[in-house]
């Protein structure tokens, strides 16, 4: 275990790419007003939790939020639990903060960074209670397998940034990434499984629904849902 604890994230394979796209007005007039309120930026600082949220609070951290919405609902659900979210995609972001201020959500910030590099620099060791992954990006031509985000460098990462016994949640509605989520885990030390489920889109494991999960089920896609606790 000290030698997952201390072992560096080395990147040189990009999991997603950057898609700027464009801001609409009322998502750039986000940005100007709201940012200051909900966002923070990134630098090789370790962050501090209780100063970024005000308070002392179990702290749950999301990569790839998409435009937002399954992120700040949740969050407005579980209002004694502290939320990160962060996404690369800025007019998602854009979108975030309007549904964060629309629903009055005080337990949230969020990142428009690379997820990777604001786990290593930034969020303090054993500082997470529950890190989810929901329907990251399934690069599905074999080619492109190693930019698929659950690596085993990936996995050494996250075990540094959770707790004892906080967890790592996963979804995909790509069987063959499922296949791949399985064996990856299933070689990690540090993680024991504590619930997988496959459905139809009915019986999401501890989360709302989301676009993605949607889109998916219009194509006719099977649902892959992971608990995983970090031993």
Request: glycine share 8%; proline share 6%.
């Amino acid at each position: 275990m000290d030698d997952v604890k201390q072992k560096p994230f080395l990147r040189t394979i990009r999991s997603f790419v950057r898609r700027t796209g464009r801001l609409t007005p009322g998502q750039q007039n986000a940005f100007e007003r709201l940012w200051p309120k909900y966002g923070f930026d990134f630098s090789s600082e370790v962050i501090d939790p209780t100063v970024l949220l005000g308070r002392s609070a179990p702290l749950i951290l999301e990569i790839g939020f998409g435009n937002g919405e399954s992120l700040v609902e949740y969050a407005g659900k579980h209002r004694d639990v502290d939320f990160i979210g962060i996404e690369v995609h800025s007019p998602g972001v854009g979108h975030c903060l309007l549904q964060a201020e629309k629903e009055n959500i005080n337990n949230l910030r969020l990142s428009c960074h690379d997820a990777i590099e604001v786990l290593e620099q930034q969020i303090p060791d054993s500082g997470l209670q529950r890190l989810n992954l929901y329907f990251p990006d399934p690069w599905p031509k074999a080619r492109h397998h190693k930019r698929r985000i659950v690596q085993t460098e990936f996995l050494d990462l996250v075990a540094r940034k959770l707790a004892p016994g906080g967890t790592l949640n996963i979804a995909t509605d790509w069987e063959n990434y499922a296949e791949h989520i399985d064996l990856v885990m299933d070689d990690h030390g540090a993680f024991g499984l504590r619930e997988r489920r496959e459905h139809g889109g009915k019986r999401p494991l501890d989360r709302p629904a989301t676009k993605f999960e949607r889109r998916g089920l219009k194509l006719g896609h099977r649902i892959w849902d992971w608990e995983y606790v970090r031993l």
